[in-house]
């Protein structure tokens, strides 16, 4: 049987923010992950549950805007990086 609990990626280049965003996630019971950018997110397998995304749309490198639309594939290895 599949997880059906959601998990909660957080993708941001402050470190800090992120295990800030984790611990508080994380003290209600939500499982999550952490991405230092959006590269480490797309080369990632994500979990074959529901996710929800957190993402610093003003990162630099690769528009963080494009995290939503490239991720909503049903499953984590059928994601498109391009």
Known sequence: ??????????????CEFRESVERLLRSV????????????????????RPICLVVDVRMPGKAASNCSANSSAPTG???SSS
């Open 29 to 48: 019971d939500l499982d999550t992950r952490q991405f230092s950018s959006v590269a480490d997110f797309f080369k990632a397998e994500l979990p074959d």
């Open 77 to 79: 290895n059928s994601r």
């Open 1 to 14: 049987m599949p997880d059906t609990n959601p998990c909660v990626l957080i993708i941001d280049d402050d």
